[in-house]
């Protein structure tokens, strides 16, 4: 369909082939998008990138800590100097809690993992939204994109602090988008996924017990991660131009339903 025909853009967190950044690098490419690829040294040492940006006509990788706006500066400049000008898009698929990571239960969290998983999960979409601007690097009527899930308007007792974490990136979104939004009409949104078999993802406890009851929750049943990769891409083209400061829940209507029959039906006594 060449939705993003002429167009380039930025994937921050592609891992390996399960991640949701992977797959939307995937579907961009095929819908005719220039890329650059990026994720912070440690994650591309454990990851498959290569490989993905030679499957992308060899995009270039340009390694990046989120964290670090010097980092950040490199790396619009770098992808500037590539595209030969500006960049359409960005996808922000950033997450980490060490809190998660080191099995710390939410009421005894160590405040300095809490301090980095705020600051890698979230602050870093502000880093990167504030870089992009000084550097007048985002096209006029760009679209960033950050990955989120619905633990941040509802309590998922194991979600941990992350759930602090996409709190505030989802303020982050309509904040920033604002501001983005009446300087060179950037529109920012946030993607609400349902819970997707991803490395960050499978690190949560009871993690597969949740997507059960998730697809026994949903209407539509659980998107997957090719599928949020697709919306992805409808949030990067000019048909969703006028979309932003929204959270949008891709997950199949269980955002939106309060019990299904399914469920019920697991109480009704013999």
């Known amino acids: 369909m060449n939705l993003l025909n002429g167009k380039n853009g ?7 082939d399960m991640s949701i950044a992977w797959k939307t690098a995937e579907q961009a490419h095929a819908q005719g998008a220039g890329l650059v690829l990026t994720n912070a040294p440690v994650a591309m040492r454990m990851g498959a990138i290569q490989e993905l940006a030679a499957a992308c006509d060899n995009a ?26 500006k960049v359409d898009f ?25 301090q980095q998983t705020l600051d890698v999960s979230a602050i870093s979409l502000h880093k990167t939204l504030q870089t992009a601007m000084k550097l007048d690097a985002l096209s006029e009527w760009g679209s960033v994109v950050a990955l989120t899930y619905i633990a941040a308007q509802r309590t998922f007792p194991d979600y ?14 309509r904040s920033f988008g604002y501001h983005y939004g009446v300087a060179n009409k950037v529109r920012v949104n946030s993607i609400s996924q349902s819970p997707t078999m991803t490395t960050a993802g499978s690190g949560v406890k009871g993690f ?30 000019d048909l969703t131009r006028y979309v932003t400061m929204q959270n949008l829940f891709h997950d199949g209507g269980f955002s939106s339903t309060g019990v299904s029959t399914e469920v019920i039906s697991k109480f009704v006594k013999d």
């Open 60 to 85: 270039p990788v340009i390694p990046a800590d989120a964290t670090s706006t010097e980092d950040l500066e490199a790396l619009f400049q770098g992808a500037m100097d590539h595209f030969g000008g």
């Open 160 to 173: 941990n602090d992350m759930a602090d974490a996409k709190s505030l990136l989802e303020s982050i979104t």
């Open 10 to 16: 930025i994937i921050f967190g592609a891992l390996n």
């Open 90 to 114: 960005v996808l922000h698929s950033i997450g980490m809690s060490p809190n998660v990571r080191k099995g710390r239960h939410y009421t005894d969290l160590k405040y300095p993992w809490l």
């Open 208 to 237: 597969d017990e949740f997507m059960s009851y998730s697809e026994s929750m949903s209407p539509l049943g659980n998107a997957t991660g090719e599928a949020c990769a697709e919306y992805c891409v409808a949030m990067f083209s």
